[in-house]
Nanobody
Framework: QVQLVESGGGLVQPGGSLRLSCVAS????????MGWYRQGPGKQRELVAT???????NYADSVKGRFTISRDNADFTGYLQMNSLKPDDTAVYFC??????????????WGKGTLVTVSS
């Protein structure tokens, strides 16, 4: 019984910023890699950024220099700081995490997504 809940999406003007949060809850023993993915209108889901349990990060080329992924291991929470937003960033953003439950079952979990709309 693990859930990921994203928050922080909304409408923002080009050049603006948003900070997304992803809170994991349930019988969590450990969270391995966390990531953010997005799916824009008429597009396939794409990786935005990932972060390992020890803080190693990777970013899609399209967001490098603009987005920052982070995590709070104590709170089982991940973040995505998005700056200099562009209309092409408009998408539903999904939190993803590889989670080991208390029973040591490792699975990939997804949140339901939060909508980010970048428009003037």
């Amino acid at each position: 019984q693990v859930q990921l809940v994203e928050s922080g999406g909304g409408l923002v003007q080009p050049g603006g910023s948003l900070r997304l949060s992803c809170v994991a809850s349930g019988r969590i023993f450990d969270i391995n890699t966390m990531g953010w993915y997005r799916q824009g209108p008429g597009k396939q889901r794409e990786l935005v950024a990932t972060i390992t349990s020890d803080g190693s990060t990777n970013y899609a080329d399209s967001v490098k220099g603009r987005f920052t992924i982070s995590r709070d291991n104590a709170d089982f929470t991940g973040y995505l700081q998005m700056n200099s937003l562009k209309p092409d960033d408009t998408a539903v953003y999904f939190c993803n995490a590889e989670i080991a439950t208390v029973g040591y079952s490792v699975r990939d979990y997804w949140g339901k997504g939060t909508l980010v709309t970048v428009s003037s």
